[in-house]
Antibody, heavy 113, light 107 residues
């Protein structure tokens, strides 16, 4: 059974940092591109980032470019999202997904003073 | 950035009726379009990919069609569990983008 389990969310002040993790199981993690998508409370879905299977290619949405960094550890079957210079508008549930069929349960990030 | 526009924003129908949801792209995405269903408090659920291919385990009443800039998700006969928010996603060009969603509500 494919499982994606996010962790690391929480409350952080504007300007702060947070690192999300996504532990994968039930499929060959090292063979799959992985993505991050977020959803602000009561709002729609927004693409955040993507990373190739080897980690050699990364992509970011315009709203997070230069502040967020995606990475992965294939030996640990884990995807990461390092978020710096956080803003109030980054408040959202962050989902990791194996494009396009399997999604994690989401991790809530709240940026507030 | 490629923009997807979904219509209508809200669709009010009764169980047993046919639902037609539209997704229009600001430029061609070929067949690189995905449809999702999302219920409150849950992650999105994949319905169709590559415009018209039904995902594993998705009932036959869900069908996707279209190519280029105009796409449709049709639910042939609504079941009570189909009332939810539906999103389209283009994976033709980065940044990938979602439509703003169509809320399918019980009339």
């Amino acid at each position: 059974e494919v499982q994606l389990v996010e962790s690391g969310g929480g409350l952080v002040q504007p300007g702060g940092s947070l690192r999300l993790s996504c532990l994968a199981s039930g499929f060959t993690f090292s063979a799959n591109t992985m993505h991050w998508v977020r959803q602000a409370p009561g709002r729609g879905l927004e693409y955040v980032s993507a990373i190739s299977a080897t980690g050699g290619t990364t992509s970011y949405g315009d709203s997070v470019k230069g502040r967020f960094t995606v990475s992965r550890d294939n030996s640990q079957h884990t995807l990461f999202l390092e978020m710096n210079s956080l803003r109030v508008e980054d408040t959202a549930v962050y989902y990791c997904l194996r494009p396009y069929d399997f999604w994690g349960q989401g991790s809530l990030v709240t940026v507030s003073s | 950035e490629l923009v997807l526009t979904q219509s209508p924003a809200t669709l009010s129908l009764s169980p047993g009726e046919r639902a037609t949801l539209s997704c229009r792209a600001s430029q061609s995405v070929s067949s690189n379009l995905v449809w999702y269903q999302q219920k409150p408090g849950q992650a999105p659920r994949l319905l169709t990919y590559d415009a018209s291919n039904r995902a594993t385990g998705i009932p036959a009443r869900f069908s996707g069609s279209g190519s280029g800039t105009d796409f449709t998700l049709t639910i042939s006969s609504l079941e009570p569990e189909d009332f939810a928010v539906y999103y389209c996603l283009q994976r033709s060009s980065w940044p990938y983008t979602f439509g703003q969603g169509t809320k399918l509500e019980i009339k």
